[in-house]
């Protein structure tokens, strides 16, 4: 099985888990080697377990996220 972070990237296929030793936004409670995630957080205050639970998904800040790196995160999150 896959290990997704909140927003849907597969982290054990990022290039990132290598090249910056990251070990995902669950892990590291969304303090990421970039600085803290807003979806992470974002997560966090609803009390949900992925972005894919949200009432809203996907919403205007996830669809940012992914046009820019990742696009498949959406897709990930919709068979979750």
């Known amino acids: 099985m896959a290990n997704y972070s909140i927003c849907g990237i597969d982290c054990d296929l990022c290039k990132f888990k290598v090249e910056q030793n990251c070990k995902g ?3 590291n409670e969304g ?3 970039w600085g803290e995630c807003e979806l992470y957080q974002c997560n966090d205050r609803k009390k949900q377990e992925h972005c894919g639970k949200c009432l ?6 996830l669809k940012e996220w992914a046009s820019k790196e990742n696009p ?3 897709d990930n999150l919709r068979k979750l």
Do not use: G, H, N, V
Request: with cysteine; proline share 7%; hydrophobic share 25%.
């Open 72 to 74: 498949e995160r959406i």
């Open 31 to 33: 303090k990421i080697f």
């Open 56 to 61: 809203q998904f996907p919403c205007d800040r």
């Open 25 to 27: 936004c669950k892990e």
